[in-house]
């Protein structure tokens, strides 16, 4: 199955996953400001990564800083299942060769989670979709998803 980049994608979603992007790096930039001049700074209510979210995110700029990912963000972008429904994935990765990739960290799978996460490789075939689970001796298992046939 071919792969594409985050210019092949649907107008709405590249610039919903640039926005969000943008705001990221703004956001940090204005922490970092107002935090310099001791200000205090209302915010959003943001999501917290668990244990294994935050070490996955140190691997992933781990990855970053060895050039093979350009970027990554963590629970950016929600993509539609259904009428109200939606699956919001961990990571946001941009690989070396700029293919949109979504990273799952899980501790354990549950079905209903494995079922969920195949179902959007089916409605989205463009990105890749991966789960990776922490392993013994500080290595990453990694799933990919394909979709549905």
Not at 9 to 35: G, K, M, W
Not at 116 to 144: M, N, Q, S
Request: glycine letters at 6%; charged letters at 30%; one cysteine or more.
């Amino acid at each position: 199955m071919p792969h594409f980049s985050i210019n092949d994608l649907p107008r709405h979603v590249r610039d919903q996953v640039r926005h969000n992007l943008e705001v990221a790096e703004a956001d940090s930039e204005i922490t970092t400001r107002a935090r310099d001049h001791g200000y205090a700074r209302a915010a959003e209510p943001e999501t917290k990564m668990n244990r294994t979210e935050a070490a996955y995110a140190r691997h992933l700029g781990l990855l970053k800083r060895a050039g093979k990912i350009v970027d990554y963000r963590f629970e950016a972008i929600n993509l539609r299942i259904g009428a109200h429904l939606f699956y919001r994935p961990d990571f946001l990765v941009i690989g070396s060769d700029r293919v949109v990739e979504f990273h799952e960290v899980k501790g354990h799978w549950r079905e209903d989670a494995r079922v969920k996460i195949k179902t959007v490789a089916t409605l989205y075939p463009c990105f890749r979709f991966l789960a990776a689970k922490k392993a013994k001796g500080g290595r990453w298992d990694v799933e990919h998803f394909e979709p549905f046939v």
